[in-house]
DNA sequence: TATGAATGAGTCTTCATTCAT
DNA sequence: CATGAATGAAGACTCATTCAT
């Protein structure tokens, strides 16, 4: 059981990320200055300091806490997925759906996270894995005649771009189409590479 | 005819570009210094004042700078394509090849120039013109029956998303395939979609 | 009778001054940070302010209890000592055996003490007393003629800093004499300048 | 021959040495600021660190400075004195005039030196020379019969310690005696232990 | 009484920008 | 035009002190 002191230092640790991934989705790292986090959080500065040891530390715990969230629910969704094509659309259903409850979250992820030497690999890292679990999963389709053989993990990395790119649009320009119609179309798209006769 | 003056002024200003790409590809925005830049360029700090007016100006100026070549040289290639499919391989192809003659051009471009807030805008805004032009030609490909009808706005930003995690790969990690084994790839992928009968 | 309270007050600020000590030793005033001093005394942070107004008080305390100690003990050694020879001898050894028992304490009253502006005078004033307890012992030999007329009291400040001297050495590096070996070492070096035949 | 550029240079780290010695010898290297010493200096903050990389350099370059002045000037000195008896008297006299000319050198060097764990063992080595160079001096007197044989280092460093007391108190207190009258003092005191017949 | 989480003033250090030469 | 020394505003981080529990 948890003593009152973890839920104290857990409930504060949460607060100061969520305020570090507004600060961060607006300004970037550079630019998103430990004042703006601790207003935003509604704690003084040292405050800051007594649950993360610095500014990075406070970043990298953002990213491990929002992609680790990512990953996992990406694993499960693909593990429950009953077929292939599904497996696809919950990949990018997974995705889609994470950056529009939490646009904040895909700002940083994608945009400032690569750029930051500190964590340039492992946000790779994160984004590996649940890629080789696709590909895993075309592999297995196509051994099983259910699609034709392609090269899986080129297709798995590509279907991560085109959900990636579709995110971006939705979150820069006015959204035109559901959730479940923009995954459809990637869908499709991909279906028609791996089913097709040569 | 340009003065002797203004073609001094043009040599500098590309001398100091080039600086600035190689230190901002590195180090990114916030910690690519002036004095990294003054010094990568052979010139003394205070003379970077002369030509820009700030860092921030000699950042929009870079981007300026290659985003528009890289743009012009798409609009250039897809023109010059006798068809639909070389058109997209040609897109795809204009911005491997120029991934890979100029690394640090795509590091900026792509990974940190959507992050800094005064750039986001119009970097969308280069990206969109070249595609909006592929997604043109599709059109008219469609509409000669050389294809099936699709949404080709979605089409060629995806073709533009799946080019681009080629090249962030490509950055990243080993070099495993030619350029035009990745862009055939692509192409195919895209290919399979425009043409399927359904 | 002391109440209770005052007893328990009493242990509180004597084990506080305890890990001061300690602390101040180590790192110096200003790089021994009040947790160190807590953790050191098993105590909460909090609770070192119940018993002292600051870490200034802590300081000022900690000097007035080490150097009222070794005052009384000089004082009561000199008087109890049967000649002006002995308590010369007397002089130094207490200060050569506190430092030997005691080495956190000389570290923080030599080294340090002097170095802040708010304890410096004080400082002087407790080395002061004994060094004019001893000039008046020499006075009192010289008068009934045990030793040649001197300036007495620049006789007793020339054994405190010939004391502090051995000290200081003794604290840094290795340990080649013993402590009376060295203290009949400097009783020899005075005896000489206040026996000598002009 | 030196450059413009060195000259100033050299101008500059010496104008920050002279406001540093003011300022640490009043407050101490903690409680020194870098704007107190920018302000003493007349130059803006960030100026110190283009001549000096860091608060800590500022300290071990002014304390090398003052260090090695005395050491060469107590060396040059000793070996100029005629007979044991000068060398002892111009040691003390290179020290006692040193610190009148510069008080702030003094309560730098003695005082807060050596509570700086980074500079504690330099300090001890600046120390050393000079003692260790009269000890020689000492010891080539006594074989040629001019003092008693003694141990030689020992009186040396008593004649560091007693110097140093003198200083110390002429710093604190009122002046009562001249300079010569003060090194005569202390001169004949060890005079009289390296002479008298046992 | 004891605690230790929270505070925010204070410090070092960096770096874009300016300007006298 | 070119320089680079000087500037000072801004930001990360520390730690003595307070106070609600």
Chains 1, 2, 3, 4 share one sequence.
Do not use: C
């Not at 839920?7 to 998103?32: M, S």
């Not at 429950?80 to 939490?102: M, T």
């Not at 297995?140 to 971006?168: C, F, H, M, N, Y």
């Amino acid at each position: 059981m948890k003593t009152k002191q973890q839920v104290v230092t857990e409930f504060r640790r949460r607060a100061i990320l969520d305020a570090a991934r507004k600060v961060f989705a607006h300004k970037g790292f550079a630019d998103g200055i430990m004042d703006d986090i601790a207003a935003e959080a509604g704690l003084a500065k040292g405050t800051l300091y007594l649950y993360f040891g610095s500014k990075k530390e406070i970043y990298k715990a953002l990213l491990h806490h929002d992609m680790e969230a990512l990953k996992a629910d990406t694993l499960r969704r693909i593990d429950a997925a009953p077929n292939l094509k599904e497996k696809i659309r919950e990949f990018i259903l997974a995705r889609l759906e994470r950056a529009e409850v939490n646009r904040e979250f895909f700002r940083i992820m994608d945009t400032h996270a690569a750029g930051l030497s500190f964590t340039r690999t492992q946000y790779r890292d994160w984004l590996r894995e649940p890629v080789l679990h696709l590909a895993a999963a075309i592999d297995r389709a196509a051994s099983q005649g259910e699609v034709r053989r392609v090269p899986s993990e080129k297709i798995a990395w590509a279907t991560a771009d085109l959900a990636r790119g579709a995110i971006v649009r939705r979150l820069v320009g006015p959204t035109e189409t559901t959730l479940s119609e923009e995954a459809g179309f990637l869908v499709d798209l991909l279906w028609a590479a791996l089913s097709v006769k040569p």
